[in-house]
């Protein structure tokens, strides 16, 4: 390899397990490389090797060795890789392993997708947005988000008693962000019948949302909403190069489980979907303008 090509992390137990700052095991891609994952693990004796396999009724085959991993990279505990040997991909890892760990590959089509909590969600995203020219895009699409921040939102608007607090703090943020040259888009999707959640939305967040964030609207009936991806996600674009797509994970409720980082060889879908839902979105403030049938000061 020529130059150090771009990792990308699908979860590292550094973000919220280890004192050390990235240096813990961990589960990554190469853009060369889309049919194995490779993993950081921690070397284990020969003894305590052997009981896992034993106990397991595994073999090492020429090449691999057992490692031990947090429970959600293998529930057992520890994980059978081969050792990766070539120089150039050891020294694109040298960063973020620590001297007791040790740099393998899996095959990719065996790996359940690990998903992210929303603390790691942030990390994340946090890790490759924060530089002048970094553009973050949101794809938001369910009627309904049924999650503790927006729940006591959407009750309290309902109630007549909206506090903007919660989203001024937001707003606070995406200012200084915006100020230091960093680009957030958010396309969100209505529905024909609006919901008393994307309701909320209209008349409380975005409005305040939108005065820092470029903000589009498309509606069902309406506009003809692109449909390559049925689930709402991140695409992060560093200035310094890069893509990385996260996918969102919902339930059918709109309860949050997850967020997975979609390897490279699966962005397509979502950047076309970006593109064109982009393109037809109108900015929220001329839409909103447009459409004073849906103003109320509370949702029926």
């Known amino acids: 390899m020529t130059r150090k090509p771009t990792i990308t992390t699908l979860w590292t137990a550094a973000w919220r397990e280890s004192n050390v700052n990235r240096t813990c095991p961990g589960e990554h891609l190469l853009p060369h490389r889309a049919d194995v994952h490779y993993v ?12 896992y396999l034993a106990a397991h009724g595994l073999r090492l085959e020429s090449g691999q060795a057992v490692g031990a991993v947090p429970e959600r990279m293998s529930p057992g505990g520890y994980l059978i890789s081969t050792l990766v040997t070539d120089a150039g991909e050891l020294a694109v890892f040298a960063d973020l392993m620590a001297p007791d760990e040790q740099l393998g590959t899996v095959p990719a089509q065996d790996r359940p997708p690990i ?5 790691e969600l942030g990390d994340f ?10 553009q973050l895009f949101r794809m938001e699409r369910l009627p309904w988000y049924h999650v503790p921040s927006q729940n006591a939102d959407r009750e309290a608007w309902l109630a007549g008693r909206f506090d903007p607090a919660q989203v001024m703090a937001w707003a606070t943020r995406l200012a200084a962000e915006r100020a230091r ?22 008349h409380a ?5 939108s005065r820092h964030e470029e903000v589009r609207i498309l509606r069902h009936g309406e506009h003809p909403v692109p449909a390559v991806v049925d689930h709402d996600y991140f695409v992060v674009r560093p200035a310094a190069g890069g893509v990385f797509v996260i996918a969102m994970r919902y339930t059918d409720g709109g309860a949050f489980l997850g967020a997975e980082v979609i390897p490279d060889d699966r962005h397509e879908p979502y950047l076309r979907e970006q593109a064109l839902g982009w393109a037809i979105g109108e900015p929220y403030a001329d839409w909103w303008a447009a459409h004073p049938q849906l103003h109320r000061p509370t949702a029926a």
Not at 40 to 51: E, L, Q, S, Y
Not at 125 to 134: K, R, T, V
Not at 205 to 209: C, D, W
Request: a negative charge; zero cysteines.
């Open 115 to 119: 998903l992210l909590t929303e603390a």
């Open 205 to 209: 967040a975005l409005p305040i949302i």
């Open 125 to 134: 995203i946090d890790a490759h947005y924060h530089e002048p020219g970094d």
């Open 181 to 202: 040259g960093m680009i957030s888009q958010r396309l969100r999707v209505i529905g024909a019948s609006v919901t008393d959640d994307e309701a909320m939305s209209l």
């Open 40 to 51: 950081i693990t921690r070397r284990v004796d020969d003894d305590t090797a052997a009981v």
